[in-house]
């Protein structure tokens, strides 16, 4: 049964231009970086918030933006507490829009669960049931929500079509993670972990437009990028142990790499001048690969390392490579893979690590300068460079101890995050920044 709960109420914008928004996980392009405009470097519940609002239930999918509205998901009902994870039947799993000025809840859209998610045990406590980013081509929201499928909404909120992308689940049972992306007239998902499938369909009407099926297609959480190749469009996907690369408009395989990734693949590929870098597994790998441009052509390795990472998506500023696993933040030369350092990040809390308390969240860039959340909410703005330079590190929020799981997004000299309790937009206040 699907319920839709609206309440619009406002009709305000904070948007400088039509281009402004972050549409997708890791913006415009899933580079996770962008030039400007640059938010407040510094913020707390006293400072820069201009506003939080509570969230009905967790999750640790990413906000997306339009204009006017910040989108995020979430679940309710069921793997709230693994000590009393509840009834799996009284799993529901909703779409929140809200008023990016006002921080206004304008509409919930809520569907049931199936009944047959994965128990709330092990690694999925860490994330749940709302993993997957949303996105948003400006005029539709499309939502991959489990295995109930992936939900196509107007800016209203009403349902425009549901697609089932399968009732899989990997060997592990650690739930699905990867988001949708619209690529022209598609809507472009990673199923593998759903349907041991890669499928492109018809933004307008959910049909299928193409599709890659191999059981292979599991352990796979990573969300796919787009690079453009003369006129056409090419998809990279990363899986276990290959980077697969799909013509976005007949869905013909163009290329594949083979990688050391072969037991799992989290983080999401990043790409600059034609190399594609990928990193993660359980052994910590990470592959550079100029990528092919013509069909059935030989892509070329240029590297393997080991380097230690973890769940997130790294960001590349300038000539190196960036992120952070395990409450430790890394940088590597693009040329080689080498680190250029490592370095813990101070706390005022308590620490995060490894597992129960993985860090999550994929850093962004604006300019040269590089915004990372771990669990415990602290946050840290860190500038590119051959050295590691702690430009702020900003304190977690008064009276949020939910998780923070989620990738930041930014539009308009605005930074807005998710935990499992609250939506923040963080952005420069008068005196008194503190939360409504």
């Known amino acids: 049964m699907i319920t839709l709960w609206a309440s619009i109420l406002l009709t305000a914008s904070s948007a400088t231009d039509a281009d402004s928004g972050w549409a997708r996980f890791r913006g415009p392009d899933g580079s996770g970086h962008i030039e400007g405009p640059m938010p407040p470097l510094e913020w707390s519940s006293s400072n820069n918030l201009r506003w939080r609002v509570p969230l009905p239930g967790k999750g640790s999918s990413s906000p997306v933006l339009t204009e006017e509205y910040a989108f995020v998901t979430?679940?309710?009902?069921?793997?709230?507490?693994?000590?009393?994870?509840?009834?799996?039947?009284?799993l529901?799993?909703?779409v929140l829009a809200f008023d990016r000025v006002s921080g206004e809840e304008m509409w919930r859209f809520t569907v049931d669960g199936t009944g047959k998610e994965d128990p709330y045990t092990g690694f999925i406590t860490q994330h749940g049931y709302a993993s997957s980013t949303p996105a948003t081509d400006g005029d539709r929201v499309y939502a991959l929500l489990g295995k109930a499928g992936l939900f196509a909404l107007d800016l209203d909120g009403a349902l425009l079509?549901?697609?089932?992308?399968?009732?899989?689940?990997?060997?592990?049972?650690?739930?699905?993670?990867?988001?949708?992306?619209?690529?022209?007239d598609q809507v472009v998902i990673d199923a593998g972990v759903l349907g041991n499938w890669l499928i492109a369909l018809d933004k307008m009407t959910g049909e299928t437009s193409w599709s890659l099926s191999d059981p292979s297609y599991t352990n796979c959480w990573s969300t796919p990028i787009t690079r453009?190749?003369?006129?056409?469009?090419?998809?990279?996907?990363?899986?276990?142990?290959?980077?697969?690369?799909?013509?976005?408009?007949?869905?013909?395989?163009?290329?594949?790499?083979?990688?050391?990734?072969?037991?799992?693949?989290?983080?999401?590929?990043?790409?600059?001048?034609?190399?594609?870098?990928?990193?993660?597994?359980?052994?910590?790998r990470g592959i550079a690969v100029?990528?092919?441009?013509?069909?059935?052509?030989?892509?070329?390795?240029?590297?393997?390392?080991?380097?230690?990472?973890?769940?997130?998506?790294?960001?590349?500023?300038?000539?190196?490579?960036?992120?952070?696993s395990g409450g430790v933040f890394y940088a590597a030369a693009l040329s080689n893979g080498e680190y250029a350092y490592r370095e813990r990040l101070p706390r005022h809390g308590e620490p995060t690590g490894g597992f129960p308390n993985a860090d999550y969240s994929s850093p962004i860039a604006i300019?040269?300068?590089?915004?990372?959340?771990?669990?415990?909410?602290?946050?840290?703005?860190?500038?590119?460079?051959?050295?590691?330079?702690?430009?702020a590190h900003n304190p977690?929020?008064?009276?949020?101890?939910?998780?923070?799981?989620?990738?930041p997004a930014t539009a308009d000299s605005e930074i807005y995050v998710r935990s499992d309790n609250y939506l923040y937009c963080i952005g420069e206040t008068e005196t008194d920044g503190a939360a409504k």
């Open 396 to 407: 977690a929020f008064e009276g949020d101890s939910g998780g923070f799981s989620a990738t």
């Open 290 to 324: 100029q990528c092919a441009n013509e069909q059935g052509a030989n892509p070329k390795v240029l590297w393997q390392n080991n380097l230690r990472s973890g769940i997130s998506t790294p960001v590349i500023v300038d000539e190196q490579i960036y992120w952070a």
């Open 74 to 90: 979430a679940y309710t009902g069921y793997g709230l507490d693994p000590e009393n994870p509840g009834n799996l039947e009284e």
């Open 92 to 94: 529901k799993l909703h």
């Open 367 to 391: 300019d040269d300068l590089i915004f990372q959340w771990t669990r415990n909410g602290e946050s840290y703005v860190i500038r590119a460079g051959e050295e590691f330079e702690l430009v």
């Open 161 to 184: 079509w549901q697609k089932s992308l399968g009732e899989k689940s990997d060997p592990a049972r650690w739930g699905d993670g990867s988001s949708p992306v619209v690529v022209g």
């Open 228 to 284: 453009q190749v003369g006129d056409s469009t090419q998809i990279l996907f990363g899986v276990p142990s290959k980077i697969i690369a799909v013509d976005a408009a007949s869905g013909e395989q163009q290329w594949e790499c083979k990688t050391p990734l072969a037991d799992a693949v989290c983080g999401g590929i990043v790409c600059q001048d034609g190399v594609a870098y990928l990193m993660g597994s359980r052994a910590g």
